[in-house]
Structures are given as structure tokens and as C-alpha cells.
């Protein structure tokens, strides 16, 4: 983690040099990550589109053999071997982005790296005192698994509505810069999610 700190900690003084704004800078490094984490997240998005296409068969698979999980889990598994999906997948850029967020926390918090600057209504090194970027987390964050078509999973429709609420409830003592980051890197991942689950379609 050290080494991620100075990483993240040269790359922020390097934007803030060319943009005066650690706001900014925030945003540029949030950008770059994402461009480099693209081929994750485009897997995973096409995971998730072939998942939402299999729901009717994996539905009619819970219908037929209700009265045997382990018989229903086996057919399952074939059914995503079968379409090459892995249900997983989704996981993955979360567990990817993990470190980064943690790096990103150890470099607003150290003293002397990022100063105590306002950008537009909110401190980078302390929480929004008007929680709205928490909110506005919470929100993309359901956007997000509408567009995912989570609604359509029985499964996972009751996590469409806790996981914002869980976003918003981590968050809020979060630093700003922290916020700031997830929200443009969120903002971008919907605007991806959509492209991707949309096209062809």
C-alpha cells in the first residue's frame, strides 16, 4: 500500500500542476484508472448482458426442477457454462478498484500530500457536510443495477435497494476527494453499463 501511496500521491501533484485544482486532479486520476481498468469492466459488462439474457431460461430451470436444488444448481452451471458466463464476474473490477480505494484514502489522509482545499462545496480531505455526494453515490449506485437489469433477477432485487442505502451509510465519513472519485468513476461505469447492455439490443 505504501507503494500505491507514493504512486497516487506523485500522479495527483503531477495533474494538480497542470490543472492548479486537486479537484481536478481527483478527476483526471479517476479518468485514467478507468481507461486502464477498461478491459475488466467490459467483460464484466458483457458477462452481466448475457446473464440478463439467460434470466427467461434460468427462471424456466427454477420452474422445472424446484423440487431438486442440487439437480437445479447442476443445470444452472451448464446453462452458464454452456453460454460461457461466468456469475461471478461482476465481482471483479469491485475487487480490482478495493486497493485503489484504499491507496486513494491513505494519500488524502496523510499530512502535507493533498491540502485542505474546497472544490466546488466540499472539502477532499473531510466528508461533505451536506451529504450530498453521499446521496448522489447511493443514487448512481441504483442506477447502476437498473441498468444492469438486477430488477429482473429475483435474487438480486432486493440488493438493488440495500446497496445504495449500504453506499450511502460507508460513505458519508468518507473524505471528499474520496467521494469525488467514486462518483465520477461510478457516473462513467453507468454511462459504460448502458452502452454496453444496450447495444444490439
Given amino acids: 500500500m505504501s507503494f500505491l501511496y507514493g504512486i497516487f500521491g506523485k500522479i495527483l501533484n503531477m495533474f494538480y500542476g497542470m490543472t492548479g485544482s486537486f479537484g481536478l486532479a481527483i478527476i483526471i486520476l479517476t479518468v485514467l484508472i478507468k481507461i486502464i481498468l477498461l478491459p475488466v469492466t467490459l467483460k464484466q459488462d458483457k458477462s452481466m448482458k448475457e446473464m440478463k439474457k439467460l ?3 434460468i427462471e424456466e430451470l427454477k420452474s422445472k426442477y424446484k423440487g431438486d436444488p442440487q439437480l437445479l444448481n447442476q443445470k444452472t452451471m451448464a446453462l452458464y457454462k454452456e453460454h460461457k458466463v461466468n456469475p461471478a464476474g461482476g465481482c471483479l473490477p469491485m475487487l480490482v478498484q478495493l486497493p485503489i480505494l484504499w491507496a486513494l484514502f491513505g494519500v488524502l489522509r496523510k499530512e502535507g ?15 461533505d457536510p451536506f451529504f ?10 441504483f442506477v447502476q443495477q437498473k441498468v444492469m437489469g438486477t430488477a429482473n433477477n429475483p435474487q ?46
Avoid at 460513505?171 to 447492455?197: E, H, I, R, T
Fill in 156 to 201: 438480486m432485487k432486493k440488493m438493488m435497494y440495500m446497496f445504495p442505502i449500504m453506499m450511502v451509510f460507508i460513505s458519508y465519513k468518507m473524505p471528499g476527494g474520496l467521494q469525488l472519485y467514486w462518483l465520477v468513476s461510478s457516473l462513467s461505469g453507468v454511462a459504460q453499463q448502458y452502452f454496453v447492455m444496450n447495444r444490439g439490443e
Fill in 55 to 57: 434470466q427467461p431460461k
Fill in 132 to 141: 450530498v455526494l453521499p446521496i448522489l453515490n447511493g443514487i448512481i449506485s
Fill in 113 to 127: 500530500v493533498v491540502p485542505d482545499e474546497t472544490f466546488l462545496w466540499f472539502s477532499l480531505i473531510s466528508p
